[in-house]
């Protein structure tokens, strides 16, 4: 599931907030239809639940092991690059 960039995106935008699939398109950048394909997949590999409101559906991280699964990865990745990783420089070190 995290091997698309786009799905990383969602999860990322989806960490602190619940949003629908029209602000969720726009953040990524992508068209509402492929990002719905997307949540999908995600939903059935319980990485993200929804909430109906009316007409719109909500989305957000099924719980904290999926946030903290994202953040670690995207961390990590930040060590690739030849700088200090940005969450290293949060927390003081230079």
Do not use: C
């Not at 068209?31 to 319980?46: C, D, I, N, T, W």
């Not at 957000?60 to 700088?83: F, G, M, S, Y």
């Amino acid at each position: 599931m995290l091997a698309d960039g786009t799905r990383i995106r969602l999860l990322w935008a989806l960490r602190d907030d619940e949003l629908p699939v029209n602000e969720l398109a726009e953040r990524v950048g992508k068209p509402g239809p492929a990002v719905s394909q997307h949540l999908a997949k995600l939903r059935m590999a319980r990485m993200v639940r929804t909430r109906r409101q009316g007409n719109q559906v909500f989305y957000r991280v099924e719980n904290d092991h999926v946030a903290r699964l994202v953040a670690d990865a995207i961390q990590n990745a930040e060590h690739a690059a030849d700088e200090v990783p940005a969450h290293h420089r949060q927390q003081g070190e230079r």
